[in-house]
Nanobody, 123 residues
């Protein structure tokens, strides 16, 4: 069964850093576009960052550009999101996703989602 499992979330002060990981099981990531989405309470989901199957192309939302870095290690079947200079508004549940397309993503896509990991930025 295809599964994505996120880890690395937690509580951090403004200006701090976290590294999220997303490990896949039941399939290999190397054919998939991998993305990170987030959703804060009362807000719509936001596409944070994506990376193509071999890592040649990346996308970042304007809100995280210059602060977040997405990467992947296909040999480890894992995708990462390095988050630096965290702000209060980065607080959300972060989801790892997989899809064969790069996007844009509408309802029902991306095709596969993890269960999410909570990131809380607070002083």
């Amino acid at each position: 069964q295809l599964q994505l499992v996120e880890s690395g979330g937690g509580l951090v002060q403004p200006g701090g850093s976290l590294r999220l990981s997303c490990a896949a099981s039941g399939f290999t990531l190397d054919s998939y576009v991998m993305c990170w989405f987030r959703q804060a309470p009362g807000k719509e989901r936001e596409e944070v960052s994506c990376i193509t199957s071999r890592g040649g192309t990346t996308y970042y939302a304007d809100s995280v550009k210059g602060r977040f870095t997405i990467s992947r290690d296909n040999a480890k079947n894992t995708v990462y999101l390095q988050m630096n200079s965290l702000k209060l508004e980065d607080t959300a549940v972060y989801y790892c996703t997989a899809d064969l397309r790069f996007g844009p993503y509408g309802p029902g896509t991306p095709g596969y989602w993890g269960q999410g990991t909570q990131v809380t930025v607070s002083s």
